[in-house]
């Protein structure tokens, strides 16, 4: 069985490797076979087989079979050379145009033929811990690009998927807050607000600024930062704007950051829109024209790593901080948590997560504005950590990816009036998808109280051992 | 003579009209089990509150270790409204948080049970042991610490080895009896490492063999922690066996201190406890 893994893992290795090569050859080689393919070369080579075919025919008149066989099998390699050259150039071709596609294929490939190595090799089970999650993230990745070049970047599918991402960043990161923590925050959209202006503001090319601040001479800022930076940046700064409201009201023992953060989102709506600030902000105009994702990788891979580092820490000392603050304050402070801290902690590092989300639905959207950003979208946002489950990161990530496809995709037809015959049907026109979708929380909040996941994470252990029915105790890392 | 373990030094508690704490002075010195022991509403808890920052005394100081660690003087409205019997306020005010305390060495346990209830009995000592924390938020979240969370599960666990509930681990907190759910409390408080351990009530709810089985693991984690224990109870029993010595309150005054022999004679607290329920 070992020595079976072993085997087949070395076969998807070398698989891998060829394709990897060819992937990465194509470009080199194909210009000298298509010299090849040159009709004074094909033309040469079929006059020589014209000629091989004549000698056959004179062959035959003079009752020569063995020069006749000769004269054939001169002809026949002919033949065949030519259709292993278009072969090839089709071969190369291939490769040429899926190159991207093969390489993620041959990543693949390696990461699960060492999985299988590791699979294979460990006994402690602790690499199998390791190794599964891997190779389930990188399923996905190549996952989504496989789909992506399938179905075409802007086919529904991929609208969804993008968007999901970037919710599933905005939800888990309102849940480091809410259901984390403990600590009620409506200003989501205010941190969105401010990430995706100082993505936008930095990130516009410096060409179109004259163009995007047409009001306002051309904006005060004359230079453009690459994507990454831009989005950091954005963090940053709506976790700047969290410490300065964080720092008067988290400290007050009773709960006032919900009005505070809700008063925030509004007054930063409205500040975003103020003429005065147009060199910076574009007053109530657009902002355009600034770097935006070709690929859903991109929102993948951000949203990704965003996630796994917010699920890290929640599962470090600091997260169980955060959760004992959510169970007992007092008892929390009993125990030696400094509240104002780890309050404020939980705050700033959620609004970071909040404005990098902000960035990346900037560039889904590829344009800004202020208006746009309205209290109901913290309340789309809060509907989904509450339907996936307060306190549950891939709760929150599914119901993410669900939420957006209903509305985007799958309840579209309620906000379409719709004619069946003469008939009319009732109630089917625009905005009755928000009615919908108010009657779907307050079912989840009065039936389904604690969402999809609740409390819990989806974990492939706990899968494992309901699929093998085997309990073990005795499982202590979270 | 060294500092004592833990000073009161006249304070007073007012909420509004009421004064829960009138003028309270005591001192438990090291390794002594001290009990503070009263009628309902006498005050017990609202003392203990004052001393681990829960509340700020409206007047008055406490000294832990001869470090000055709370210190107030009647304030705003307090000035005019003040009616504790002692007059003479201190000058300073120093005001700590609760964590503060803690991590100077003083750990309680609630009266009515206070655990993280979504966490396991293993999390919830697990957290206790947090106070010692030398990892940042990034060398956490990248596990750079690991060193570190080896020896705080370490420690949790043989915190709950020491409360006999290292099989109940892995259970929810709150799925625990009673009895267990005030161990658990004591294994946490624990965890911190204190010096000075204060019991709100420990065998309320407990059965007598429960009880008495309390009684001897207090006295045992005293020596093996070298722990000084302050404990409100009402179990009269409990408190005559362990205690080395005891305050009496009422109406937030002390009306009574001695050792066990001579509180159990003293007329005052029987006339204080005359039909009250002793539980
Ligand atoms: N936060 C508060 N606000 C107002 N009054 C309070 C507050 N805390 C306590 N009190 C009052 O102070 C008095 C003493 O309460 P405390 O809880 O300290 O009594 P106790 O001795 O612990 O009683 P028990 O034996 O019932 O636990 C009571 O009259 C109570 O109503
Ligand atoms: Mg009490």
Redesign the interface.
């Known amino acids: 069985m070992k020595v079976f893994k072993i085997i087949l893992a070395a076969l998807l290795v070398i698989l891998a490797l060829v394709i990897t090569a060819s992937a990465l050859t194509t470009r080199g080689t194909l210009p000298t076979l298509l010299e090849r393919m040159d009709p004074e070369n094909l033309a040469a080579q079929d006059a020589a087989m014209q000629k091989a075919k004549d000698r056959v025919t004179t062959a035959l008149a003079e009752n020569n079979p063995e020069r006749a066989q000769r004269s054939l099998d001169r002809y026949i390699n002919g033949f065949s050379a030519q259709l292993t050259l278009s072969g090839r150039v089709g071969y190369d071709l291939f490769f040429f145009r899926n190159g991207p596609s093969m390489l993620a294929l041959a990543l693949f490939l390696v990461v699960a033929a060492a999985g299988l190595i590791a699979h294979a090799l460990d006994r402690s089970g602790r690499v199998r811990k390791l190794v599964l999650p891997a190779i389930l993230i990188t399923v996905l990745y190549v996952g989504v690009y496989i789909v992506e070049n399938i179905a075409g970047a802007n086919s529904m599918l991929m609208t969804v998927l993008k968007k999901g991402a970037i919710y599933a960043l905005l939800a888990v990161s309102m849940n480091l807050l809410n259901g984390f923590t403990g600590l009620f925050s409506l200003g989501q959209a205010g941190f969105m607000l401010i990430g995706a202006y100082t993505y936008a503001i930095f990130s516009i090319e410096t060409q179109s600024r004259a163009q995007v601040y047409q009001y306002y001479a051309g904006g005060i800022i004359q230079f453009q930062l690459p994507a990454l930076v831009s989005i950091a940046l954005a963090g940053l700064a709506a976790a700047l704007f969290a410490f300065l409201i964080g720092w008067p009201v988290l400290r007050l023992k009773s709960d006032y950051l919900a009005i505070a953060t809700l008063g925030f989102a509004e007054i930063i709506r409205a500040i975003f829109q103020y003429d005065g600030l147009g060199p910076l902000t574009n007053g109530s105009n657009l902002l355009r024209k600034f770097t935006v994702f070709d690929t859903a990788l991109f929102p993948f891979a951000v949203a990704g790593v965003c996630i796994a580092l917010i699920a890290l820490l929640i599962h470090s000392t600091y997260g169980r901080s955060f959760k004992a603050i959510r169970d007992d304050e007092v008892a929390a402070e009993a125990m030696g948590i400094n509240l104002y801290a780890h309050k404020q902690m939980a705050f700033v590092i959620s609004s970071f997560f909040a404005g990098v989300g902000g960035a990346l639905l900037a560039m889904y959207q590829t344009t800004v504005q202020a208006a746009a950003f309205t209290s109901a979208m913290t309340y789309e946002i809060l509907l989904i950590v509450v339907i996936g489950g307060m306190g549950s990161i891939s709760g929150s990530v599914i119901a993410s990816f669900l939420f957006v496809a209903a509305s985007e995709w799958w309840l579209r037809f309620l906000d379409n009036e719709t004619m069946l015959g003469s008939f009319r049907v009732p109630l089917l026109r625009s905005g009755f998808r928000m009615v919908v979708f108010s009657v779907v929380i307050m079912a989840v909040v009065l039936f389904y109280r604690k969402g999809i996941m609740g409390d819990r994470e989806l974990s492939l252990g706990r899968f494992r051992r309901r699929l093998s029915h085997r309990r073990k105790g005795g499982a202590q890392d979270g | 003579m060294a500092d004592a373990m833990l000073e009161l030094s006249h304070v007073t508690m007012q909420f509004g009209g009421v004064v829960a704490v009138d003028n309270l002075s005591m001192h438990i010195d090291q390794d002594e089990i001290v009990a503070l022991i009263g009628p309902n509403g006498a005050g017990k808890t609202t003392a203990f509150n004052c001393i681990?920052g829960?509340y700020t005394p409206t007047s008055g100081q406490v000294f832990y270790r001869g470090e000055l660690i709370v210190s107030n003087r009647p304030q705003g409205k307090m000035k005019t409204l003040y009616a504790g019997s002692h007059k003479d306020f201190p000058t300073q005010v120093v005001v700590n948080?609760?964590?503060?305390i803690?991590?100077m060495g003083l750990?309680?346990t609630?009266q009515n049970i206070?655990?993280?209830?979504?966490?396991t009995v293993?999390?919830n000592v697990?957290?206790?042991t947090?106070?010692h924390?030398t990892?940042n938020?990034f060398t956490?979240?990248?596990?750079l610490?690991r060193q570190?969370?080896r020896s705080?599960?370490e420690h949790a666990m043989s915190m709950l080895e020491a409360v006999g509930l290292q099989d109940e681990?892995?259970e929810l907190a709150v799925s625990l009896p009673y009895g267990k759910q005030r161990r658990l409390e004591i294994a946490?408080a624990l965890a911190?490492r204190p010096r000075l351990l204060l019991l709100d009530e420990p065998a309320a709810g407990m059965n007598p063999q429960e009880t008495d089985a309390l009684g001897r693991f207090i006295v045992d984690i005293r020596s093996r922690f070298g722990l000084t224990v302050f404990l409100i109870e009402h179990h009269m029993d409990l408190v005559m066996d362990i205690s080395d010595r005891i305050y009496v309150i009422d109406f937030g005054r002390q009306i009574a201190h001695g050792i066990p022999e001579q509180i159990q004679d003293n007329p005052d607290v029987i006339t204080a406890y005359l039909g009250v329920d002793e539980e």
């Open positions: 681990t829960v948080t609760p964590d503060r803690t991590k750990a309680r609630f206070r655990l993280f209830k979504t966490q293993f999390e697990l957290i206790a947090h106070l924390r990892s938020l956490a979240t990248m596990r610490n570190e969370e705080f599960r681990k892995d946490r911190t």
